[in-house]
């Protein structure tokens, strides 16, 4: 069998958060509770109403196109796309086609090597256009059960079955949404959802966007094609074939609401059309849907192409210069760009300062933790070392305790209680606080967590300081307290302790072990050692 290489898309819709719809002033609230409230004759396409663009949305996609690296057009309009479906209310929807306020940027990606094939990838963005939302469908019953490879043709998708209804909800429709393309340069599924997750962290620095995939505020659609190894070429960007090669028709997946499920679909894909092309067999240009429960994609429809949708400019809005309109609004810090920065300044491994800036609100926390600590351990040292010293010489292990107290313990807990990092009560600086109080020896690991836990617990901001010494947390250096538990551990364990004055040196961290499980974490590791050390010499 020749070799099939997998040609791959994306095609991400993200719904913005403007305080209105995109051509009307109703209430930007797709979400909300009682259907069909935030609505008015532009939304719902009364005749002789009349689209007014939102300033703000076609600043925020020149935003997002600058992000991307995009150019943003001069002259950009907006185009009627025909199509005949219940959530489209005008029977065409409002969009963008061949001049769309941004076009040719590109992402540059960091891959996981265990489980992909490069460390990186350039990914081309073909363009980003505004067009409105559509409005909100709700089928009674769900479509009868099948399973994903008994339904390659034919199947309902995910219609309604014959004896449901459907209901139409208008508030989600005129809703700013920007479509975000890309070329097909992903190798792999995991470059893809690498892609997805990039471009939601992206998205949430800018502030455009909540980008939460199950509420449908970033949908993902992917387009996937087998093609013959060494039979086809991507040139400008487009797939082209190579010696009379027929390419392999593409379908476009929908439905996928999840990383997960972009993944997982995209490889489903792959797999179904390359046991088609073993078989001999072919497929047409179609839409197919992602079902998470089946595992597979189930047919929708056959592809339309762009003059099925008959797109002309639309007649009600004149064409407009996105520059004009955004301005000069400054990028923030993108995350790709503090990522590096973290590990830059502040010393942190790759994998902590990944997991520290996928949210702006942790980015931002961790910033101040980290504004915070030096100047802590400078007031919890006895030297009179400045603060800029004790940054620079220790700056690795003060990284690699701050991360790991941060990523492990603190995400850890949060986790655990069901809690959100944007509604955290502890301060950066009691958090600093408490690493600081680690670091320099004052209450240990065990203890330092049982703190952590109820300054969560607290549901206020509270010194750390003030636990460790009402609970009687702080390591206890009181040989005469520490030594009960070392003679109490020997007399417990006589063959460790015979074992380790015939010469078996590690036995000590055993030993020691004991004395700080007996003492429940209390004692100072090291006195307790050296009180060993000297009762095992006797």
């Known amino acids: 069998m020749p070799e099939l290489i997998p040609v791959i898309g994306l095609e991400i819709h993200v719904e913005l958060k403007t305080k209105s719809k995109m051509f009307c002033s109703c209430p930007n609230d797709p979400d909300n509770s009682h259907p069909n409230t935030n609505i008015c004759p532009i939304c719902l396409a009364h005749p002789g109403t009349l689209p007014t663009p939102n300033q703000k949305a076609i600043e925020w996609t020149a935003l997002i196109g600058r992000a991307l690296g995009c150019s943003i057009r001069e002259l950009s309009k907006f185009d009627r796309k025909h199509y005949f479906y219940p959530d489209l209310p005008k029977g065409y929807q409002i969009s963008q086609y061949d001049e769309p306020i941004a076009e040719k940027g590109e992402l540059t990606l960091e891959l996981p090597l265990e489980v992909n094939t490069r460390d990186s990838a350039v990914i081309g963005i073909q363009r980003a256009h505004l067009e409105e939302d559509t409005a909100k469908l709700t089928h009674e019953v769900s479509h009868p059960e099948r399973s994903p490879k008994g339904a390659v043709e034919g199947s309902p998708g995910n219609k309604k079955s014959q004896s449901g209804a459907t209901l139409v909800d208008f508030n989600r429709a005129g809703v700013p949404l920007v479509e975000i393309v890309t070329y097909p340069n992903f190798k792999s599924a995991v470059e893809a959802k690498t892609f997805a997750q990039e471009l939601q962290t992206l998205l949430r620095y800018l502030k455009v966007s909540d980008a939460d995939m199950e509420k449908g505020q970033m949908r993902v659609e992917a387009n996937v094609s087998v093609q013959e190894a060494g039979k086809f070429e991507i040139v400008n960007e487009k797939v082209k074939p190579l010696a009379g090669y027929v390419l392999n028709n593409k379908v476009e997946v929908k439905n996928i609401n999840s990383f997960r499920a972009v993944e997982k679909a995209i490889e489903f894909e792959i797999k179904r059309q390359t046991e088609l092309f073993n078989n001999g067999e072919s497929w047409s240009q179609q839409t197919r849907g992602w079902d998470d429960s089946l595992g597979g994609t189930v047919m929708q429809r056959i592809k339309e192409n762009a003059e099925d949708y008959r797109y002309f400019p639309e007649p009600d809005i004149p064409p407009f210069n996105p520059l004009i309109i955004a301005g000069e609004t400054k990028l923030p810090e993108l995350p790709q760009a503090r990522r590096a920065r973290f590990k830059q300044e502040y010393g942190f491994s790759y994998s902590d300062a990944k997991i520290l800036t996928d949210s ?179």
């Open 360 to 538: 702006l609100h942790l980015a931002d926390f961790t910033e101040n933790v980290m504004s915070e600590l030096t100047d802590w351990l400078y007031s919890l040292s006895e030297t009179t070392t400045d603060t800029a010293t004790i940054k620079e010489q220790k700056k690795n292990k003060i990284a690699r305790l701050a991360g790991g107290w941060i990523t492990s313990k603190l995400l850890g807990l949060l986790n655990e209680k069901k809690m959100n990092i944007r509604i955290l009560k502890i301060s950066a600086e009691n958090f600093a606080e408490l690493v600081a109080l680690v670091y320099s020896g004052r209450v240990n690991s065990t203890n330092a967590q049982k703190i952590l836990g109820e300054m969560l617990d607290a549901g206020t901001d509270i010194d750390p300081t003030h636990i460790m010494e009402e609970k009687g947390y702080g390591l206890v250096s009181d040989e005469n307290k520490i030594n009960d538990a070392v003679q109490e551990v020997i007399r417990a364990n006589p063959k460790q302790a015979a074992e380790f004055r015939a010469g078996k040196e590690p036995l000590i961290h055993f030993l020691k072990g004991m004395v700080m499980k007996t003492t429940e974490g209390g004692a100072d590791p090291a006195v307790a050692e050296k009180l060993l050390r000297e009762q095992l010499k006797k």
